[in-house]
């Protein structure tokens, strides 16, 4: 059995493409069996992720840039100082309402 089983080794040997197509497999089966190609995957939909989410965060900087932009313009600085703060600039007319005239009976 031992004879049969070195000739045959020794035939499969001499032939190149027989050698490459096992040493092929031999190669692609440790890959699969260790987790490498496993892991490269892994690695591959991270990065994707990762990728994504900085495209989030540019995104979101130039907002942040163009909103520190506007910030600094005086008509932003006075439309919020008047919302925010009830400010008012000369020449502004005010109307004041008494919180009796909200009962039209007056009760």
């Known amino acids: 059995m031992i004879p049969?089983?070195?000739r045959r080794l020794n035939r499969i040997?001499?032939?190149?493409?027989k050698v490459f197509w096992i040493c092929l497999a031999l190669a692609a089966a440790s890959v699969l069996l260790?987790?490498?190609?496993?892991?490269?995957?892994?690695?591959?939909?991270d990065q994707q992720?990762?990728?994504t989410r900085i495209e989030d965060g540019r995104a979101r900087l130039k907002q942040f840039e163009f909103r520190i932009d506007e910030a600094q313009q005086p008509?932003?600085?006075?439309?919020?100082a008047?919302?925010?703060f009830d400010l008012v600039k000369e020449g502004d007319l005010?109307?004041?309402?008494?919180?009796?005239?909200a009962d039209p009976a007056g009760r």
Not at 13 to 17: G, S, V
Not at 75 to 80: A, D, G, H, P, W
Not at 94 to 101: A, G, L, R, Y
């Open 75 to 80: 008509q932003f600085i006075e439309r919020q």
């Open 13 to 17: 040997l001499h032939r190149p493409t």
């Open 94 to 101: 005010i109307f004041v309402f008494s919180e009796d005239d």
């Open 49 to 51: 992720r990762l990728e």
């Open 82 to 84: 008047r919302d925010q």
């Open 34 to 45: 260790d987790g490498s190609f496993i892991h490269l995957w892994s690695l591959h939909r």
């Open 4 to 6: 049969a089983l070195a």
